[in-house]
């Protein structure tokens, strides 16, 4: 899937921001409004929000991903 970089919000790594139980909620209410996408069937290690609200969840680490953007 190819994310358009002027509609990625935020890159999140998911070992920190999970740990937050503001984070932990805001993607329990995402998948229950159906708004998350898994790129891939293993763990995660990243997820980005786009400005329409949708969440990706990535094989590809957060450092990875930025330096795709740059």
Known sequence: VAVAEDSIVVVFDMDTATVSPDTKAFLKRADRLGTTEALFDEVPKSF??????????SQISTQSLVGRVE
């Open 48 to 57: 980005l929000l786009t400005d329409d609200g949708k969440v990706y969840f």
